[in-house]
């Protein structure tokens, strides 16, 4: 079964900051996802990637299937980035999903 | 296009009671997952249907159990409550791989 962790589990930025939340899983997958889950409860797809990099406007996600290992990066961060990011796999067939606990992000004016 | 779908937005039942949820996902879509979150955990995998099979469930007892329906949408059953039940359920449909997420239903039990 994979197991997936985040780091940190809580971050507090400033305006402005770049950040970097990281998500690491022990077994092969088919896909990674990066979630962003809001207070209301709603969950929003970021990503989707199996390899290499993607980009959609201030966010970027990375991964390293070799290392086993993804990040999220948010550059010039604003207080409307706050909520929590969720990371989860897919496995090798691309259905079965396990997600990470989480990291509750917080940007401050 | 419409998104995904889910009623009621918030249940209250009390314990030994029956709920009912149900998912509409995105025109087009033939998977839908459910999902549980309980207060201050993170997201765990209910069951999985396809083409109006169950594909898989988690780690769940018997008395989760749910559908689909020929136009794909879901509805998730919950047989005698208990205080632990309480959580928020995600409904979330999917084609190839990605998956869509529904505002998701708040089940209080009593």
């Known amino acids: 079964k994979n197991e997936v962790e985040q780091s940190p589990q809580n971050l507090t930025a400033q305006e402005g900051e770049f950040i970097t939340i990281n998500c690491s899983y022990s077994?092969?997958?088919?896909?990674l996802h990066w979630l962003q889950q809001h207070p209301g409860g709603g969950i929003v797809s970021l990503f989707m990637l199996s390899s290499g990099k993607k980009k959609h406007g201030r966010l970027i996600a990375t991964i390293n299937i070799q290392e086993k290992h993804s990040s999220l990066h948010i550059t010039a961060s604003h207080p409307r980035d706050s909520a929590v990011y969720i990371c989860?796999?897919?496995?090798?067939?691309?259905?079965?999903?396990?997600f990470g606990p989480g990291t509750r992000l917080s940007v401050l004016p | 296009e419409a998104g995904v779908t889910q009623s009621p937005t918030h249940l209250i039942k009390t314990r030994g009671q029956q709920a009912t949820l149900r998912c509409s996902p995105i025109s087009g879509h033939t998977s839908v997952y459910w999902y549980q979150q309980a207060l201050g955990l993170g997201l765990q995998f209910l069951l999985w249907?396809?083409?109006?099979?169950?594909?898989n469930r988690g780690n769940f007892p018997p008395r989760f159990s749910g559908r689909q329906f020929p136009n794909y949408s879901s509805e998730l059953n919950v047989n005698a409550l208990e205080l632990e039940d309480s959580a928020l359920y995600l409904c979330a449909s999917s084609l190839r791989n990605e998956q869509f997420f529904g505002p998701g239903t708040r089940l209080t039990v009593l």
């Open positions: 077994v092969g997958i088919s896909a």
């Open positions: 989860a796999v897919s496995d090798n067939y691309g259905q079965n999903f396990v």
């Open positions: 249907y396809d083409e109006g099979e169950e594909r």
